[in-house]
């Protein structure tokens, strides 16, 4: 009986151990992305965003926090990749094609994909919406957050 005893509770370790070794390895998620930001009345969480073939995709969620519809056009989503480089977003796939619009005190997610001349390093990069109207009165802010690779 004793030999049972010590066999579960090796085998309860053994799990335990599993467990606690798997939350430590990293996850499949990619790099951890900024905490969501206040901008221009908007807040824009940036969901997740890689670095492929295709670009970097970035995806993001824009909570509207104001009583008018607000719309952009895609053009005006941009890329500053440096100080004389800056890439327009264009909807990934057929997502969002169109003008993009959040309801009033709504929230929307968009998905974007940014084709630098060439591949970035690791870091963070700033992304702007630049102006963006409500209800179709341009309102001449510019909304900014990052993104991480």
Not at 43 to 50: N, T
Not at 109 to 115: E, I, P
Request: aromatic content about 6%.
């Amino acid at each position: 009986m004793r030999k049972l005893t010590d066999m579960s509770m090796r085998n309860r370790l053994c799990l335990s151990l599993l467990v606690a070794g798997l939350a430590a390895l990293p996850s499949c998620r990619g790099v951890p992305q900024p905490p969501p930001v206040e901008s221009a009345g908007l807040r824009i969480d940036v969901e997740k965003c890689k670095q492929g073939r295709r670009g970097i995709v970035a995806e993001v969620r824009i909570h509207n926090s104001y009583e008018q519809r607000l719309t952009f056009e895609n053009e005006n989503v941009r890329l500053l990749v440096s100080d004389s480089e800056e890439v327009s977003g264009v909807p990934y796939r057929s997502f969002r094609r169109g003008t993009p619009t959040v309801q009033a005190k709504g929230n929307l997610d968009f998905r974007w994909v940014f084709k630098p001349m060439e591949d970035l390093p690791p870091g963070n990069y700033k992304v702007e919406i630049r102006d963006f109207m409500l209800d179709d009165v341009p309102t001449g802010q510019t909304a900014v957050f990052e993104i991480a690779l």
